[in-house]
């Protein structure tokens, strides 16, 4: 891998126009990537999904150069119909549209001045690999006290001209005091065999809300990863919903950190599974301050040989008295070749909080089965039935109305 | 026995009682009447030791300083306080509880303490007359137990610990008609011309059963009167909004 | 001179040199080939126990410490201990109780241990046949009738070498992890069990009242093995805190059940945590396994871990048999600046497996408390369930409490259900008690109990008393 990586960064650094400092900066982390390579199982986070090996098994070698001189062409029939929306536009990693039509033009700031991410406390090779190859980094600023009118979507799109090719995708917000934003992450895959490596930072200021919903549904043959951090100020809101379904392999990964007094976090995921996928959702809440508050609620429903993992962290800072932290993974398991995995942790250094964890897997209920097929349904039905209902309950701790509506008709699951 | 001289209160500079006043002679039965948020529960807070309020004035207990006495101490030197609400410890046995305080409070005494077999009996003994399920003396303390057996429970080891002075926090809400008579049954029953109680209360209901010698009125803070226990019917009738 | 005179005398020209005084047996410091050989011979071992020794010594030179736990402690350096020291001369130990900590004394009068068992457990020369070792000589008597062996691990590698031979090694093998092989490699005692087809154990065993209870050091090792239809309750340990001068425990214990066999094991740990301020104290890096090798077997794991400064331990089931049964109930509890990392393993290979785990962590003062656990049922394990529920509580912000569970089903027959919780003892429920006359330590004690209860109440009965008392001792102090 060395040798090509070394040379798909040559063709990357020739082709763009970085300054001189600017391209020191990205061999420094060129290197460290090297250094460290993908993460294996050696190392404690991937200890359930060794990326590496992943990469090796479905990819083999991968190209890390891509051209973005040149733009593509946008497909409009992708578009989320019967919602009006904002749009981000990705196609093969390159931004080809930024269309904010909907908004007052004067509360939002849109910047590309490029700027490294490494200031993360929990950062991996991956973000050395993203800070070395990611060619444009948006900066998108909500003005003090506004709230957008509509949902902002981001298509992440690939075509069939790319294979077994690296992305790196990079996209920053600030959410300034009193401001809010509807992010919906939509991934649609023409192309095969790639790894897509994504990483958000999101920055909210005292009573900002931020609520990300990552739709990951048609099924596509690609890797990938996506990191979230989110910096919460005073009374701030973060609601993330992940439906992790389509990719092949899949991690998501959550940090969060409850700075401000009053700030609270929230996640709820949902694993469909099926045919040799491999996701994970990885979440880490920092409670740092007092009366912050967390609530996640994860559900798997996995097929034939597909595994799912799930490994949540609370932490509590001996500062951050009366915090509530909850969160609770589920799993059906449905095939006897599938997997459920899942370390739930607590840290915990204050004494007066509530915080909770619990984790439940197994078969399908074969008494509510029976029940049903009792009532004259056939064994489809009833399954699906139950699967319907294991799994509304996570839809239904989506707090956008509008959005709520989309996910069911685009999920099939209905009250 | 207990002299309450301008006792004032405040939590987090909200003032709730102000300048209280109340001398118990042993025998005497008490009842204060008020409206919620009068500082009727703060009051009983306080004479059992609660942390967290600001106080000035003076509480004598039997010529003591109550101020000096820890939660425990109060209860050793005979303060029996029957909660509102009863907490539930999980994991603990109710017989065990009641051995450990009785106990406590026998050495305190300087009384022998009572082995399994002598406390079995007594509890046993005490059970019964209060009506009180025996089942439920090994069940963990007040956990899964109805509003209801918590208070006769709460009764039940006011009359095991046989203490001077008894406050009785609203033991009366949330009772039926039946649990009500075995709680004043339970008073009833303690009721000498050396023990005396404290009843806290809202309505003249509990006032039918058990007597009570004096009654005030406490409206924010303050009693604003006091009388015999006609005062409790005057109350019942004119509703506290139109006493004044 | 006998043959053990003669091993010494043989040794002594030894290039590192032996020391030759029979008073003071000693090997030098340090590990090697030579020092193993020499415990070996001392101890006059079969051939096969020397080259299970040197196997083991082989493979520690591959193997690195492990360093992913939560407590960190400051590196040992191996090669400047000593591995094998017969027992003090008289002369070296404190002459009365004087001598000792007044405060550890004033545990023994709260704990109620009797005048001559705490001489005993501070090895103070005492002339007196003391009550224990003759106690212990009648139950062997009735045990041998059964046909139970139950003696020091020593006389079981002469005496019952081919039952020690299949066994040992068989659930922890010389392949294991650093501190494990590193014990396979140059233990120095303990007690082997084992229980004949059909024996129902008609007593607890117990090491406290062990024979040889001076000698089994730091590099302890125990094996017991239940053989069909058979059941033992084993309890290891007691409550009274046990000074130690080695600092570094690194014991062993695999227990074996065969089909429709039993085993309890109950520990209380009470070492020497070290001082308020985290001076001295014991590193108990301890390796516990069971093996539910037949079909309806049953192995069952308690403990109560109040001691040592750094406590790591994860006693663990491999549920090989179909139907069989592995259960952890354990009490943790740390003050001042001790350290525990423990847990358990569950690892269901058989059908119809079962587990449980019930964890109590409670953490004051400035101390950290882990509960690490796996549960991991393989696809085979079909129908297996297991229940865990940790539940920790925290006294003061000083300290904390961490819960690191790993959960992996494999098998779509099979229910993980899993359940944890954080929290504190309530100022309500503390003025509840104290209303009723308790003061703020009883109070605690009572809740903190109550909080336990589950897992008191899976001690044999005489055990249980003293370990609700030392729940209450071992939190003393760390209520404001």
């Known amino acids: 891998m060395t040798e090509k990586i070394k040379t798909d960064f040559e063709k990357t650094v020739k082709t763009s126009a970085f300054s001189e400092k600017d391209v020191a900066l990205k061999e420094k982390y060129l290197n460290r990537f090297i250094e460290n390579g993908f993460p294996s199982r050696k190392l404690e986070n991937w200890k359930f999904s060794d990326l590496n090996q992943i990469i090796k098994k479905n990819i083999g070698e991968l190209s890390f150069y891509n051209n973005d001189s040149l733009p593509n062409k946008v497909d409009t029939s992708i578009f989320v119909e019967g919602l009006e929306h904002n749009k981000i536009i990705f196609i093969n990693g390159r931004v080809e549209k930024i269309d904010f039509t909907y908004e007052d033009q004067d509360k939002i700031k849109i910047n590309d001045d490029f700027k490294f991410m490494d200031e993360f406390k929990n950062s991996n090779s991956l973000l050395s690999l993203n800070n070395a190859f990611a060619n444009k980094c948006y900066k998108i600023t909500l003005k003090k006290g506004y709230s957008m009118k509509k949902p902002l979507v981001i298509y992440h799109t690939t075509n069939e001209k790319i294979k077994s090719r690296n992305l790196n995708l990079r996209l920053e917000f600030e959410l300034e005091q009193n401001s809010s934003l509807r992010l919906i992450d939509l991934f649609k895959d023409e192309a095969e065999n790639n790894f897509v490596n994504i990483f958000y930072n999101f920055d909210l200021k005292e009573d900002a809300i931020l609520k990300n919903y990552k739709i990951d549904k048609v099924i596509n043959q690609n890797i990938r990863y996506s990191y979230n951090n989110i910096e919460q100020g005073k009374n701030s809101v973060s609601e993330t919903f992940i439906l992790s379904s389509g990719s092949n392999f899949s991690k998501n990964e959550i940090n969060c950190n409850l700075k401000g007094e009053y700030s609270s976090a929230f996640i709820n995921g949902i694993f469909s599974l099926n045919n040799e996928q491999h996701h994970e959702v990885r979440t880490i809440i920092n409670h740092l301050i007092e009366n912050t508050k967390s609530f996640q609620l994860i559900k798997s ?82 399954k699906e039935l139950l699967i319907n209902g294991y799994l509304l309950d996570v839809v239904e701790k989506i707090t956008d109305s509008e959005i709520k509506n989309l996910i069911k008709s685009m999920v099939g699951i209905s009250e | 026995m207990l002299k309450i001289n301008n006792l004032n209160a405040n939590i987090e500079d909200k003032s709730i009682l102000k300048d209280f006043s109340l001398n118990i002679n042993p025998g005497e039965v008490h009842a204060i009447m008020g409206p919620n948020g009068s500082g009727k529960s703060t009051l009983s807070n306080i004479l059992s030791g609660k942390k967290g309020y600001e106080i000035s004035g003076e509480v004598l207990f039997e010529n003591k300083n109550l101020f000096e006495l820890e939660t425990e101490e109060r209860a050793h030197k005979g303060i029996f306080l029957a909660f509102q609400y009863p907490l539930e410890i999980p994991g603990v046995n109710t017989n065990i509880f009641l051995k450990t305080s009785l106990n406590a409070i026998r050495k305190a005494k300087g009384e022998k303490e009572l082995d399994a077999i002598e406390f079995l009996k007594l509890v046993k003994e005490k059970a019964k007359e209060l009506k009180f399920d025996e089942e439920k003396l090994n069940r963990q303390l007040n956990v899964g137990f109805s509003g209801g057996e918590k208070k006769k429970n709460e009764i039940l080891q006011m009359s095991m610990l046989s203490p001077k002075l008894s406050i009785l926090d609203e033991t009366d809400s949330g009772l039926d008609i039946d649990a009500l008579k075995v709680v004043s049954d339970g008073v009833n029953t303690l009721r000498n011309k050396d023990n005396s109680f404290l009843i806290i209360t809202h309505y003249q209901r509990l006032l039918d059963y058990i007597k009570p010698d004096f009654v005030h009125v406490l409206m924010n803070g303050k009693i604003i009167k006091s009388g015999g226990p006609e005062l409790a019917l005057e109350l019942e009738k004119k509703g506290y909004e139109n006493f004044n | 001179m006998d043959t053990r005179e003669k091993d010494i005398e043989n040794l002594k020209d030894y290039k590192y040199g032996f020391s030759t005084d029979i008073e003071n047996i000693r090997a030098p410091k340090g590990l090697n080939e030579d020092v193993i050989k020499f415990i070996s011979n001392i101890k006059k071992e079969p051939k096969w126990m020397l080259d299970f020794r040197l196997k083991s010594f082989k493979r520690l030179q591959n193997l690195k410490e492990p360093d992913w736990q939560k407590p960190k402690y400051p590196k040992i350096d191996y090669q400047d201990l000593y591995y094998y020291s017969a027992p003090k001369s008289m002369s070296d130990k404190p002459k009365s109780l004087d001598e000792l900590d007044p405060k550890l004394l004033e545990t023994y009068k709260k704990l109620g241990i009797p005048l001559q068992e705490q001489a005993r457990l501070n090895g103070i020369a005492i002339d007196a046949v003391f009550d224990s070792v003759s106690v212990a000589t009648t139950f062997k008597d009735e045990l041998t009738k059964q046909g139970i062996i139950f003696c020091s691990m020593s006389e079981a590698i002469q005496k019952h070498s081919d039952l020690v031979k299949k066994y040992l090694g068989t659930v922890i093998p010389t392949t294991d992890h650093f501190f494990a092989t590193l014990n396979s490699a140059v233990f120095t005692d303990g007690s082997f069990v084992y229980i004949p087809e059909g024996v129902r154990c008609p007593m607890e065993l117990s090491t406290y009242f062990r024979i040889n209870a001076s000698q089994t050091g730091q590099f302890e090792r125990t094996l017991i093995i239940a053989d069909k ?94 139907n069989s049964i592995g259960e952890f109930y354990s009490i943790a509890i740390t003050n001042n600046h001790q350290k525990a990392d423990t847990g358990t393993k569950m690892i269901h290979l058989g059908k119809n497996t079962k587990s449980k785990i019930i964890s109590k962590g409670i953490s004051a003062g400035f101390s950290d408390m882990t509960y690490r656990g796996l549960v991991d049922i393989n696809p085979k394990a079909k129908n297996s369930s297991n229940y865990t529920q940790c539940d920790s509580l925290l006294m003061g912000n000083k300290c904390g409490a961490h819960t690191v569970p790993y959960i992996k089903n494999k098998n779509f027959n099979s229910n993980i259900a899993h359940e944890a919780t954080t929290s504190k003892i309530s100022e309500e429920q503390l003025h509840y008690c104290q209303q009723r006359g308790l003061n703020p330590e009883e109070a605690v004690g009572l809740i903190v109990n109550g909080f336990c209860k589950e897992v008191l109440q899976q001690l044999p009965m005489e055990f249980a008393v003293e370990a609700q008392k030392l729940v209450g001792i071992s939190l003393e102090g760390s209520v404001g």
């Open chain 3, 229 to 322: 239809g058979s059941y033992v309750s084993y309890l290891e340990g007691c409550t009274a805190p046990m000074r130690d001068e080695n600092q570094l425990h690194a014991a062993n214990v695999e227990l074996i059940a065969l089909d429709d066999a039993e085993i309890k094991y109950s520990t209380v740990q009470n070492w020497y945590p070290g001082d308020e301020n985290g001076k001295g104290g014991i590193y108990n890096f301890v390796t516990k396994r069971g093996l539910c090798k037949g079909r309806n077997s049953k192995i069952s794991w308690t403990q109560v871990e109040t001691g040592s400064a750094i406590t790591w331990k994860y006693p663990s089931c491999i549920l090989k048999g179909d």
């Open chain 1, 301 to 382: 429903v996995l097929g034939k040989n597909s595994k799912s993992v799930y490994q949540g962290k609370i932490f509590v800072d001996s500062k951050a008295q009366k915090t509530d932290g909850y969160q609770l993974s589920k799993a059906i398991l449905l095939d006897e070749t599938s997997e459920f995995n899942a370390k739930p942790e607590l840290e915990i250094y204050a004494d007066d909080v509530k915080c909770s964890h619990g984790s439940a897997s197994g078969s399908l209920d074969e008494n509510s089965i029976f029940y049903l097929m009792s009532r004259g349904l056939n064994y489809q039905q009833s």
